[in-house]
């Protein structure tokens, strides 16, 4: 098993990127991905990317990844191209922060937009333009695009949604899987094994079955040796970020204890 860790910090949408990473690292978290929600971290605020650089450096924390802004109108099936061509720049914006910093992973969803209603073919085909437009965007700045498969109820969540996107782009992007979308629609083995070596990527977090709660691994109903076992099947050896909702107090024992927890469902 050759996979890292880290913690991502969007979770804690509520607190300052910076307090939030401090916080990480006095739980010995040692890598991060960082998020994008408004009032947390704003990724094209020049100053406020010098700043967190500067901090992740003296605290010798490492910038893994990014998740690009998401919701509203970002979103990357959108029909109207001007709201796709937004979703297209926040994303550019996250990669040039994340690179900033010293990172090279920035993270997308398919898109954010519930099936019902919509005309689903065209809003993947949607997707899967704007998709490769930051394929080739972001190759040219040296950042990896990892895709993450979106709640079973969303536009892309389910596997052969996902899996026409996927394939209609370059071998260069990766996939992200997430723990609790998958599982919610219990599409994780069968995407596990369809993405293969496109997997670069998981978010990790549990649920009790119907939400996508953010809870720590080990507090829903996620078998997590299955999850390692398959991704020891496949080979992983790419990075399994916890993604878990912030406390209210207490932060840095309760990631610490998290942290802990999914080392010892997962493995080393």
């Known amino acids: 098993m050759n996979w890292q860790y880290a913690a991502a910090t969007g979770g804690c949408a509520d607190r300052?990127?910076?307090a939030t990473v401090e916080a990480f690292q006095r739980a010995g978290i040692t890598a991060v991905e960082l998020g994008t929600p408004p009032g947390h971290f704003d990724?094209?605020?020049?100053?406020?990317v010098r700043a967190l650089r500067t901090r992740l450096r003296q605290l010798s924390v490492r910038p893994v990844s990014i998740h690009a802004?998401?919701?509203?109108?970002?979103?990357?099936?959108?029909?109207?191209?001007?709201?796709?061509?937004?979703?297209?720049?926040?994303?550019?914006s996250a990669a040039t922060a994340v690179r900033e910093v010293g990172g090279s992973r920035v993270v997308v969803h398919v898109?954010?937009?519930?099936r019902e209603g919509n005309d689903v073919e065209a809003r993947l085909d949607h997707a899967a333009e704007a998709l490769n437009v930051l394929a080739r965007a972001l190759q040219q700045m040296s950042v990896t695009l990892a895709v993450e498969?979106?709640?079973?109820?969303?536009?892309?969540?389910?596997?052969?949604?996902?899996?026409t996107v996927i394939a209609r782009l370059p071998l260069s992007v990766g996939v992200c899987l997430d723990t609790a979308h998958t599982t919610l629609g219990q599409y994780?083995?069968?995407?596990v094994q369809s993405v293969g070596y496109r997997l670069i990527h998981v978010h990790a977090s549990d649920h009790r079955g119907r939400f996508d709660d953010h809870l720590p691994p080990g507090e829903g109903i996620i078998d997590w040796r299955q999850i390692r076992q398959s991704l020891e099947v496949i080979g992983f050896n790419g990075w399994i970020?916890?993604?878990?909702?912030?406390?209210?107090?207490?932060?840095?024992?309760h990631f610490e204890r998290a942290m802990r927890r999914m080392r010892m469902l997962i493995g080393e």
């Not at 990724?43 to 406020?48: D, R």
């Not at 898109?111 to 519930?114: A, K």
Request: net charge negative; hydrophobic share 40%.
């Open 149 to 163: 498969t979106p709640l079973p109820h969303l536009i892309g969540g389910h596997p052969n949604e996902f899996e």
């Open 111 to 114: 898109s954010d937009v519930p």
């Open 188 to 191: 994780w083995d069968r995407l």
């Open 16 to 18: 300052p990127v910076v």
């Open 43 to 48: 990724p094209w605020s020049h100053a406020t």
């Open 241 to 253: 970020v916890l993604e878990i909702a912030c406390p209210d107090h207490a932060m840095s024992s």
């Open 69 to 92: 802004p998401f919701g509203g109108l970002l979103d990357l099936t959108d029909p109207n191209p001007h709201h796709r061509h937004a979703a297209i720049g926040a994303i550019l």
